[in-house]
């Protein structure tokens, strides 16, 4: 407790803290101004990402409620998946205990082992797929309605033109 007394007592130590605290208020404040510009920076290209995706999921699925060709190309894609992972599955059931009753060498057993938890994992990986083509599917199954029930005509009409400005808007404005 008497150092402490001495510290405070001695004008040395007041003038280090006074000086290491003018030193640090510049290098903090351009540190804060560093860490909130990249803040606001990744913060607004995460939203213009988040935004250019849905419009890509959305242009995706108007796509499909408009052409029926790649309606049916995307629900056969997406039965594949389902029965890939499907008989994945069936696999790595039928498969299990299999090599406990016989007399097989240990590296086998291990191999057989992880051979079946890959198995899933890729089963798990083409479900989790699938089930977002199922959504995509069935977006584009209530766009498809939609567009039934308006005119498709003024529908295509409307992508022409939106696919139009897309295309002048990424080719910069001329002068």
């Not at 959504?135 to 766009?143: E, K, P, Q, S, V």
């Not at 033109?161 to 002048?168: G, L, V």
Request: glycine share 2%.
């Amino acid at each position: 407790m008497d150092s402490i007394r001495r510290a405070l007592a001695d004008p040395a130590w007041w003038l280090s803290v006074v000086v290491v605290a003018i030193l640090i208020a510049p290098i903090q404040k351009w540190v804060t101004d560093l860490f909130y510009s990249i803040a606001a920076k990744s913060s607004t290209k995460w939203a213009e990402r988040k935004s250019r995706k849905a419009a890509e999921e959305h242009n995706f699925t108007l796509l499909l409620a408009c052409d029926q060709t790649m309606l049916i190309m995307e629900a056969i894609l997406t039965f594949a998946m389902v029965s890939i992972a499907f008989y994945l599955d069936i696999y790595a059931f039928v498969s299990q205990g299999e090599t406990h009753s016989q007399n097989i060498p240990k590296f086998l057993v291990i191999f057989n082992a992880v051979a079946k938890g890959l198995t899933q994992v890729c089963s798990f990986i083409l479900f989790f797929f699938a089930s977002r083509r199922f959504m995509r599917l069935f977006n584009a199954y209530l766009a498809y309605r939609k567009l039934k029930e308006n005119n498709l005509s003024e529908i295509r009409a409307a992508m022409a033109k939106k696919a139009k400005e897309d295309a002048s808007a990424a080719s910069g404005p001329t002068e």
